[in-house]
């Protein structure tokens, strides 16, 4: 007999509800997260059984679990999943079948499931991604505490590094006690971090070196060790897209569109994306911006795309255009197994210096 389940997983406990190949209920059952719990009850089912599950924030170990077992985890779009089951109430045992039941009728909103492994790795650039983000914020804390006394430097462009950190050192001295107490230890906070970053990118480079696909996506305008990481754990398998724009789509690097009345609007960047790629496209976008005028990057298709859509509509919508063209590239690159090329009709010939870049 064939079986659908459906899985409503909380902190402490999951609710799964069993349909048999008909659609009818067989019975409802509270899993309580032990180890080895879920795996235990689904071990009872044949081979390959469909379980939908939520994509709640805990659900990496309920698949392992479900794996496990034997049976198929099927990661569900929470959102879609609701209005589709259409339950006025909400209760933990309507969440199991209406799961169950979009199962059956084979109408489940599922989302890409990553394998074990790269479920694993995408850890590496996700940690470095928030420790980065708390270096900054502790480095506006001190630059912060500095301002309140007048303690600026003209001299260096950056004071945690090289001659301005021994000037920060100096600076923290002129401070009231109870500040330069406060100040003294987000520096020693600041140096830890740093020094687990360091360990990061380490071992980020060290996986990045032996992967074809990364060494492909590093050929990319913009794109090094750290973001070929986030771009191809996040995309996983590229076979899952059949079209370039649908990973720009996914990406999240398409501006929202509103048609009506043969007119057409184009807003922001979509927000419902995979928010770890669209942050890897942009920032390489932003790399490529940064060095827009310099001689070696005045010829490159990245740099006129940005040039060329900057003068019409501003920065921010070049920068979010050239994040576009990156993600459609991506998808070529992997798709091929070829490095990057920019269209040979579109690359500009070298140019004398100007004045004016």
Same mark, same amino acid.
């Given at each position: =007999?064939?079986?659908?389940?459906?899985?409503?997983?909380?902190?402490?406990?999951?609710?799964?509800?069993?349909?048999?190949?008909?659609?009818?209920?067989?019975?409802?059952?509270?899993?309580?997260?032990?180890?080895?719990?879920?795996?235990?009850? !689904?071990?009872?089912?044949?081979?390959?059984?469909?379980?939908? !599950? /939520?994509?709640?924030?805990? *659900?990496?170990?309920? @698949?392992? /679990? #479900?794996?496990?077992?034997? %049976?198929?985890?099927?990661?569900?779009?929470?959102?879609?999943?609701?209005? =589709? =089951?259409?339950?006025?109430?909400?209760?933990?045992?309507?969440?199991?079948?209406?799961?169950?039941?979009?199962?059956?009728?084979?109408?489940?909103?599922?989302?890409?499931?990553?394998?074990?492994?790269?479920?694993?790795?995408?850890?590496?650039?996700?940690?470095? =991604?928030?420790?980065?983000?708390?270096?900054?914020?502790?480095?506006?804390?001190?630059?912060?505490?500095?301002?309140?006394?007048?303690?600026?430097?003209?001299?260096?462009?950056?004071?945690? @590094? &090289?001659?301005?950190?021994? *000037?920060?050192?100096? $600076?923290?001295?002129?401070?009231?006690?109870?500040?330069?107490? %406060?100040?003294? +230890?987000?520096?020693?906070?600041?140096?830890?971090?740093?020094?687990?970053?360091?360990?990061?990118?380490?071992? #980020?480079?060290?996986?990045?070196?032996?992967?074809?696909?990364?060494?492909?996506?590093?050929?990319?305008?913009?794109?090094?060790?750290?973001?070929?990481?986030?771009?191809?754990? /996040?995309? &996983?398998?590229?076979?899952?897209?059949?079209?370039?724009?649908?990973?720009?789509?996914?990406?999240?690097?398409?501006?929202?569109?509103?048609?009506? @009345?043969?007119?057409?609007?184009?807003?922001?960047?979509?927000?419902?994306? %995979? +928010?770890?790629?669209? *942050?890897?496209?942009?920032?390489?976008?932003?790399?490529?911006?940064?060095?827009?005028?310099?001689? $070696?990057?005045?010829?490159?298709?990245?740099?006129?795309?940005?040039?060329?859509?900057?003068?019409?509509?501003?920065?921010?919508?070049?920068?979010?255009?050239?994040?576009?063209?990156?993600?459609? @590239?991506?998808? *070529?690159?992997?798709?091929? $197994?070829?490095?990057?090329?920019?269209?040979?009709? +579109?690359?500009?010939?070298?140019?004398?210096?100007?004045?004016?870049?």
């Amino acid at each position: =007999m064939d079986y659908r389940v459906g899985c409503d997983a909380h902190k402490h406990f999951s609710q799964f509800a069993v349909l048999d190949q008909a659609g009818r209920l067989l019975g409802q059952h509270r899993i309580d997260h032990d180890p080895g719990a879920i795996r235990g009850f !689904l071990e009872k089912f044949p081979g390959g059984t469909p379980v939908a !599950l /939520e994509s709640v924030g805990n *659900w990496y170990w309920i @698949a392992d /679990e #479900i794996e496990a077992a034997g %049976c198929r985890p099927l990661l569900t779009h929470a959102a879609k999943a609701k209005v =589709m =089951m259409g339950n006025v109430n909400k209760t933990d045992k309507l969440g199991a079948r209406g799961l169950a039941q979009l199962l059956h009728l084979g109408s489940l909103p599922s989302v890409w499931l990553p394998p074990a492994e790269v479920r694993d790795e995408r850890e590496l650039p996700r940690t470095r =991604m928030a420790f980065a983000a708390w270096r900054t914020a502790v480095k506006n804390r001190i630059h912060a505490s500095l301002a309140k006394y007048a303690l600026i430097t003209r001299d260096h462009s950056d004071i945690f @590094a &090289g001659g301005g950190r021994a *000037w920060l050192e100096q $600076a923290v001295t002129q401070l009231p006690a109870e500040t330069r107490r %406060c100040v003294t +230890q987000e520096l020693g906070l600041l140096d830890t971090l740093q020094e687990h970053i360091r360990q990061l990118e380490k071992r #980020i480079r060290q996986r990045t070196d032996h992967t074809p696909g990364l060494q492909l996506l590093k050929t990319l305008p913009g794109v090094g060790d750290i973001l070929a990481l986030v771009i191809d754990r /996040e995309i &996983g398998s590229i076979d899952r897209f059949g079209t370039p724009g649908q990973l720009a789509s996914y990406a999240g690097v398409v501006p929202q569109v509103r048609s009506s @009345a043969g007119k057409t609007h184009f807003g922001h960047l979509r927000k419902p994306a %995979c +928010q770890y790629l669209k *942050w890897a496209f942009i920032e390489a976008a932003n790399v490529i911006v940064l060095h827009h005028r310099h001689p $070696a990057w005045r010829t490159k298709y990245v740099t006129q795309i940005y040039r060329r859509v900057a003068r019409r509509k501003g920065h921010a919508i070049a920068v979010g255009a050239v994040a576009h063209h990156l993600a459609e @590239a991506a998808f *070529w690159v992997l798709k091929r $197994a070829e490095p990057y090329r920019p269209p040979a009709s +579109q690359q500009a010939s070298p140019k004398p210096a100007s004045g004016r870049a």
